[in-house]
């Protein structure tokens, strides 16, 4: 009877032992945008954003989209065009006019100082992940 109550005590104890493993842990990508802005350049925008990686692993962009523009690309800070970005795992990639960022042409209609709107990055394990953006 001691041995059974014994038992029940142990694993009564052990039942409270429980470990919640986080993004780090257990090794995934977790990829977020801040400070989405926009400003003009000729007759498109170009935008300036902070991406932050907080997964163990990183993630690729493969593409931009939006809908106020016909064409959107990521470019470099000479202009030239970029197929893809590498985002790595736990850290801070800082899109700027100087560095990496994207440059919206033709736009589908008029944007006003002080709207915001949605530019889509696609990553390549993530999928589609939106960039809130406010034209300065």
């Known amino acids: ?33 801040e400070n989405g802005r926009a400003v003009r350049q000729g007759d498109g925008l170009v935008v300036s954003c902070d991406i932050a ?10 593409s931009v989209t939006t809908p106020v523009a016909r064409q959107a690309q990521l470019v470099n800070g000479r ?9 790595p795992g736990a850290t801070t990639v800082h899109f700027t006019p ?10 589908q209609r008029p944007v006003e100082r002080g709207e915001t709107f949605i530019v889509t990055l696609m990553f390549q ?12």
């Open 1 to 33: 009877m001691v041995g059974r109550a014994a038992r029940a005590a142990l694993a009564l104890l052990l039942a409270g032992c429980v470990h919640y493993p986080t993004v780090m842990d257990s090794g995934g990508v977790r990829i977020r945008t």
């Open 53 to 62: 990686s907080t997964g163990k692993y990183g993630d690729v962009i493969v």
């Open 79 to 87: 202009g030239a065009p970029l197929g893809r970005l590498e985002v």
């Open 98 to 107: 100087a560095g990496p960022h994207i440059v919206l042409t033709d736009l």
């Open 125 to 136: 394990k993530s999928g589609g992940i939106g960039i809130v953006t406010l034209l300065e």
